[in-house]
């Protein structure tokens, strides 16, 4: 076998590779690719219902409802629309109304969203970016979160006015 | 007073580091040993300035000093020690010290044991790695101070996030940082050898000491985080496919292929352009990892509170020192001799089948990861997940696990397929075995399992071949056989080793992904559940006291048939300060499997929400990457990997006089 035979298999292997990959890339895209809404979204845009998408922005004040075992319902806003969500099991230990969070799951046909998986945060003062950009293009004032590092100005107020007694940092 | 010497010593550094990026460059370059060895004392002394300054910055957090404003915000007088310790690096400002601490440790190793180095190299190699600190530490003193004072000094400080009060995560990022920075070398290597347009199989001796310690910590960091992960965050998974997550991954799956290929061109001087490549883009993964983090630019389930400002100045080093490699690269790569010819079917042959297979599967997850940045510049909103992830990376490891014990049985230059394809005859029909007897005892979950399960074992047990082969099984009688398995050299068995433990997680991976069992259910004191062949009893919930904490604690009785097997305390703990829920799981770990248990919100009418898994072989996931660290230290300590070490062949020629 000649040097350039050698080298021919070489990248013909490294092709092959690539190209198998790009094909897995451009088939998992089709249908793995979850986008992001806001509520006003859902309601300008007449999404399908079914579709399995990503909904953001605050739990809407006094909107948690605790249901028959681990059900539970909750209304998520951009201050402009809330969109009512029911779930299934145990929520994030931080998953508090007034705060941001991130659900993924299934709009259904009465416009109720229908969410498996509700994103947690680790850190008081974090807000998911998507939730952050999404309110501050509502026009929505952010206290804490979004742009401030490990709480390092104590004065800060919670966003959205939820006097919760967990959020001094 | 203190302080100020660490704020002092830090400022320091960043003057040395600014005269070891260039005095000793410019010493290699006109040829001037005087100039050249000055990197070696800058390096040292750049080590020792960061250390007083990381000293002086644990003394605060230790003391609480809380005229400190990092102290302030990630301290608390009432936190157990170990975690006022470990609050230095859990927060941006301290973890940048530890970043740059680790860089000027492995700068000194450098000046220290690199005495048998070419000097005009290792000059250029601290020059490289002096840049790398005089970029880091600007970074730190301009944007990122944590020297910085608060006047009044608060009486109390905010305490650190609860969920990063945690053995495992207190020693994750020091790790996790050792493996990103250690492939810093290999990146002062490459760039040093690119400098000087010369590249030998020596190179690649003294690069691949280095690049195996960086592994073997990413290997322990990453396993760390994921253990954490598991049992802390109450989910019951270990591993997300998250952007954080994959930011760590990547540089692993890199760092993979650079320990691979730097062996390629150690015995054989071939693969010279591209391990230069990959040293390069190794390092350069590790670079956007941090900036992935810190800016917080993605959705990351594990997000902490970031500054997008800090984010672009640390895209710009990312930049500047990629771009800089890269077109250095582009510029010398063609300078450099090609190496040793050798068939497809051969060693090489197999371990750039690896090179491949690693560097491509690592793209699909940069491209999954990075996507969502795209889109989001044309105004949509995405999100890539697990789907994504498995449909696209399991795929490509397929190839590479069948393929993994090939490699070290097929000889260099030219390989025997069909005779090592007999050698592991056996172990093609245990592990398809295996694949069928895991088949037919879950008989569900997906059809992918049993043929990765099966993978697991032909990994492992391949690895053994390895072994067996390199002792002659069978072709030597035993007493040979015995004196030739204990003098194996320990390179040999660190590469079985790390296989093997590569096998043992594959293993957990599958059996816990495919076959983990979940319930959630409202539980009254006194019912029960049954979960995987146990029965769980809610026997009710308690309040206790820890040290900087409140807890409602669960009590289920385990119990299986009949017999008693263990108690779960499942708790929901509400911290001090700051004053943050967390959940705590109950866990009853065997080799077997992981029962689970996670106490979730009390219920309206009495009772509470709880979730239940089993996750069978779970433990294996960590086992293996544990036997992978291990593995990777018996290698390093092979005398003839041993840092620094000479080339064998000057070892014996040393006593004699030159002729």
Redesign the interface.
């Known amino acids: 076998?000649t040097?350039k035979q050698?080298r021919g298999?070489?990248i013909g292997?490294?092709v092959a590779?690539?190209s198998?990959?790009v094909i897995?890339?451009l088939?998992?895209?089709q249908?793995?690719?979850?986008?992001?809404?806001t509520p006003s979204d859902i309601s300008e845009r007449k999404l399908e219902p079914g579709q399995r998408i990503?909904l953001g922005g605050l739990v809407a004040e006094g909107s948690v409802k605790?249901g028959?075992?681990?059900k539970v319902a909750f209304g998520v806003t951009d201050t402009l629309k809330t969109i009512g969500v029911t779930y299934?099991?145990?929520?994030p230990?931080?998953f508090r109304e007034g705060q941001g969070v991130?659900t993924?799951g299934r709009l259904g046909a009465d416009g109720t969203f229908v969410a498996d998986t509700v994103?947690?945060?680790?850190?008081?003062?974090?807000m998911?970016?998507?939730v952050a950009?999404?309110l501050k293009e509502k026009g929505v004032k952010l206290g804490a979160?979004a742009?401030?590092?490990?709480?390092?100005s104590?004065t800060e107020t919670p966003p959205s006015g939820s006097q919760d007694?967990?959020n001094?940092? | 007073m203190i302080i100020e010497t660490g704020h002092f010593a830090l400022v320091l550094a960043l003057i040395v580091a600014l005269v070891q990026t260039m005095v000793p460059a410019w010493g290699a370059h006109t040829r001037d040993p005087r100039l050249a060895a000055v990197g070696e004392p800058a390096a040292v002394s750049q080590f020792v300035l960061i250390l007083i300054a990381f000293a002086a910055l644990t003394h605060a957090y230790i003391v609480s000093d809380f005229s400190v404003?990092n102290v302030v915000?990630?301290s608390h007088s009432e936190k157990p020690l170990l975690y006022r310790i470990s609050g230095v690096w859990g927060?941006?400002e301290g973890s940048m010290v530890l970043w740059v601490l680790i860089l000027a440790l492995f700068g000194s190793a450098v000046a220290i044991f690199g005495t048998n180095l070419p000097p005009t190299l290792r000059a250029n190699v601290l020059s490289v790695q002096g840049s790398i600190s005089v970029a880091f530490l600007l970074f730190i003193l301009f944007t990122s101070n944590p020297f910085e004072r608060l006047d009044p000094a608060?009486l109390e400080g905010?305490g650190l996030?609860p969920?990063l009060q945690d053995p495992a995560l207190a020693f994750h990022p020091p790790f996790l940082y050792a493996g990103y920075v250690g492939f810093s070398m290999a990146f002062s290597f490459a760039v040093a050898a690119l400098i000087e347009g010369r590249i030998d199989a020596a190179w690649a001796r003294w690069v691949r000491p280095w690049t195996l310690a960086a592994w073997m910590c990413l290997t322990l960091g990453i396993a760390m985080g994921s253990w954490w992960a598991y049992y802390e965050?109450?989910?019951g998974g270990w591993w997300f496919w998250d952007p954080v997550e994959n930011a760590s991954f990547m540089p692993w799956l890199l760092g993979t292929a650079l320990l691979h290929s730097a062996l390629v061109m150690e015995k054989r001087e071939a693969l010279k352009v591209w391990t230069i490549l990959l040293a390069i883009l190794t390092f350069s993964l590790s670079l956007m990892g941090t900036f992935l983090v810190r800016s917080?630019?993605?959705?990351s389930?594990?997000?902490?509170?970031?500054?997008?400002e800090?984010g672009i100045v640390v895209l710009t080093i990312l930049l500047v020192f990629t771009g800089g490699a890269l077109a250095l690269f582009a510029l010398r790569a063609n300078e450099l001799r090609q190496g040793g010819?050798?068939?497809?079917v051969s060693r090489e042959?197999s371990l750039?089948?690896n090179n491949?297979?690693l560097t491509?599967?690592c793209?699909?997850v940069l491209?999954?990861t990075l996507?969502p940045l795209a889109t989001e510049a044309f105004g949509?909103?995405?999100?890539?997940?697990p789907?994504?992830f498995n449909?696209?990376f399991l795929?490509?490891m397929i190839?590479l696990l069948l393929a993994l014990p090939y490699g070290p049985l097929l000889a260099w230059k030219r390989g025997d397929l069909l005779g090592v394809s007999q050698r592991l005859m056996a172990v093609a029909i245990v592990s398809i075995v295996m694949g069928i007897a895991i088949a037919a005892y879950y008989q569900r979950g997906p059809w992918l399992a049993p043929i990765g399960f099966a993978l697991g074992v032909w990994v492992i047990l391949g690895a053994a071949t390895d072994i067996l082969n390199r002792a002659r099984f069978r072709d030597v009688p035993w007493p040979e056989f015995v004196r030739r398995i204990t003098s194996l050299p320990r390179s040999a068995y660190g590469g079985v080793l790390a296989h093997m433990g590569l096998g043992v997680s594959i293993l957990g991976i599958v059996a816990t992904s495919a076959y983990q069992s979940e319930k959630?259910?409202?539980l009254a004191i006194g019912q029960s559940e049954t979960v995987a062949g146990y029965t769980l009893t809610f026997k009710g919930v308690e309040q206790a006291r820890g040290p900087n904490y409140t807890e409602d604690v669960g009590t289920f009785e385990v119990t299986t048939g009949g017999a008693f097997v263990s108690t779960l305390h499942p708790s929901?703990r509400l911290y001090d300060a700051?004053?943050?829920?967390?959940?705590e799981a109950g866990i009853y770990p065997s080799l077997g499997g992981d029962l689970y248990a996670?106490l979730?919100?009390k219920?309206?009418?009495g009772g509470y929400?709880v979730?239940f898994y089993f996750h069978p072989l779970v433990r294996l996931i960590w086992i293996g990457a544990v036997i992978m660290f291990v593995g990777g230290a018996i290698s390093l300590s092979d005398r003839r990997l041993r840092v620094g070490a000479p080339r064998p062949a000057r070892r014996g020629t040393s006593a004699v006089p030159a002729e």
């Open positions: 076998m040097r050698r298999i070489l292997t490294a590779v690539l198998a990959a897995l890339v088939f998992a895209m249908d793995s690719v979850v986008f992001f809404h990503r605790r028959e075992g681990t299934e099991g145990i929520l230990d931080l991130v993924e994103l947690a945060k680790h850190d008081e003062t974090y998911p970016p998507e950009k999404a979160g742009t401030h590092d490990n709480g390092a104590p007694p967990a001094g940092s | 404003a915000a990630n927060n941006h608060p905010q996030n969920i965050l109450g989910w917080g630019i993605l959705t389930v594990h997000a902490f509170a970031v500054d997008p800090r010819i050798f068939a497809p042959g750039v089948l491949v297979l491509v599967a793209a699909t491209f999954g996507y949509y909103k995405i999100s890539v997940g789907p994504y449909l696209t795929p490509l190839p959630i259910v409202a929901k700051p004053p943050q829920p967390t959940s996670v979730g919100d219920q309206p009418a929400a979730r």
